[in-house]
């Protein structure tokens, strides 16, 4: 089974596009799952139609045709049964005015729409050639639809059940779970949606078994850390300090960290946090503790605009306590980086924040007791243990920050190894944010309403998907610096504004954040380059061009940098009503939000990551009750001296499947 793949209509091209995706046998064939099916086992009449999801047969009345506008594209046609005549439309899809012809018999599967004056109308249908269950394939690059379902065909044909199998019988029968042959063929050829849900448990239940136990191995439980005295610092003097009361999942959370930092070993704690909710203080709690007891404090932020914020926060912070601050950046000159790393290794700054900088060879520190890392979804192993072992006789305790609400179940499979807090609370005072979406045809009304806010004194965001203008489907797209130069000259002109976006120069970018922030700009066109780490309570306006080419939970980042100050705040989304961006108008909770996104897009696409959608491409990954499932199945087989042999072997085969990439990726 593990032979290489030597396949009917598999030459050197195709084969190459295949490794590219991690395909080199034929286990790694069969693990390409269908992402979804399509279910045209059951026909309707034209006549009995309701809206939303249908499958129609009938004969192409009307060929199709094609109609262009400003960067869109609309196909009609028309297809009639016996009973009646269903208008079809695909909507930016031009390519599908070639695919049928008048008179041809077809089977369509989409979304039927109703309307008052139009009637009812089936939307971007799939051209379906055969009745029954279709698996849906992600498309690879260089191998057409046909070709891969031959392949797909042909490995199965060949499977063994026998050395397809990696987990003993009397295990699957314990667990309740069909043989890994069978589960591939009701995977991939399913006769009925019962062998897909059979499918979908044996294939998600190894997956997320094999990737808890690589975790697992990767944590030790004999390192030791500094073990924090107690009686120097509490979490009731740090919240006499602040200028607020904690919200109850604050001094909660800061309790937990307190009692892990006294313990000889060493913490490993995630906070998640919605936006606003709070974490920043919690850090802070943490670094007085640890700087109390002795130790210095490093906090590694993913971008020099979060560093330099956090920098600016911790010296209004902590200064009452006399402890010392410093920003380490990779962009320093010669002679201030030569004195920042005198201060960093004499102990003259207590407090360390910077960027990957803190983390490089010349780097020394002076009693590293605690790291914190924000925003941990963007950070590595590799990355946090660089600067984990920048300490010397000890394992330092760190905490992880994330205002990126993961789902319960991804969680617990992201982060198996690590102690998580929720802090599910808004501090009082905090503004609801409105959120609407608005049609391109009422573009000019939002540029009207943002004018009127920047006269009042108020101030807006714009951001764009793009910097610059691309080839091909995305050429229609507003990019930050186009649309900044188009308000300039036309619906804004005469209001002061600013432009960041990711690749800008340093000076420019951080020249139009200070103006921003000062509010000599009224207005700010960026990328999502300000998703973290812009805190400007007079910014009460957010309008994201393109808004569906974001997922929900970054939608939700970006609502996040308005709602900061006392005053109402909104969220425009531009672009067309759609279930995916209802979520927004109907919720402020980022989890709610980011279970929706993890259910619409799946695990790759929700982190944005290609490493994780190749580990994570697994049936019932949002699934929490399987999630749960196995992770007491991994703690079974840890602890029960009876499977001991069972579980060095199901550990040995985790570690060859995932190791390697656990190392690579910011899951764990």
Known sequence: MSAGLNLRGLGPKRKAALQQEGITDLPSLLDCLPRDYLFA??????AEVQPGPACIEG???????????????????????????????????????????QGEHVVLHGMVQEKEKTGRSLLNPKIIRDKGIIPQYKPLPGLPGKVFASLIDQALALVDDQTAETMPENFLKENNLCDKGTAWQFAHRPQSKEQIITAQRRLGFENLLMYQLAIKSMSSSQETGPEMDSSVFSTEAFWQQMPFAPTGAQAATLKQIY????????????????????????????????????????LMAPTELLARQHAANAEKTLSKYGIQCGLLLGGMKAAERREALENVKSGAWQFVIGTHALISKTV???????????????????????????????VPHILALSATPIPRSLALVLYGDLEVSIMDELPPGRQEIKTRIVPQNKRADLYTYIRDKAKAGEQSYLVCPLVEDSEGEEQDKQSATALYHQLQKSALSGIPMALTYGSQPEEEKQDALSRFYQNLASVLVSTTVIEVGMDVPNATTMVIEDADMFGLAQLHQLRGRVGRGSKESWCFLLGEPNERLQTLTQTNDGFKIAQKDLDLRGPGEFLGTRQHGKLLNVYGISNIKLVEETSRVVKDLSENPQKAGLYTRLMKMANDRYANQLQDTGMH
């Open 259 to 298: 009692r892990d930092m006294s313990s000889p070993k060493p913490m490993r704690r995630l906070v998640q946090g919605d936006v606003g909710s709070g974490k920043t203080a919690v850090a802070f709690g943490a670094a007085v503790f640890a700087i109390k007891a002795g130790y210095q404090c490093a």
């Open 41 to 46: 086992e059951n026909v309707q009449a034209i």
């Open 364 to 394: 020394v520190y002076h009693n590293l007791g605690l790291v914190i890392t924000d925003e941990q979804h963007r950070f590595g192993v590799k990355q946090r243990q660089r600067l984990a072992d920048k300490a010397e006789d000890y």
């Open 59 to 101: 004969v192409v009345q009307t060929a199709p045709s094609i109609q262009y506008y400003v960067g869109r594209s609309i196909v009609r046609a028309k297809v009639a049964d016996t009973t009646g005549v269903m208008r079809v439309f695909w909507f930016n899809q031009p390519w599908m005015a070639k695919q049928l012809k």
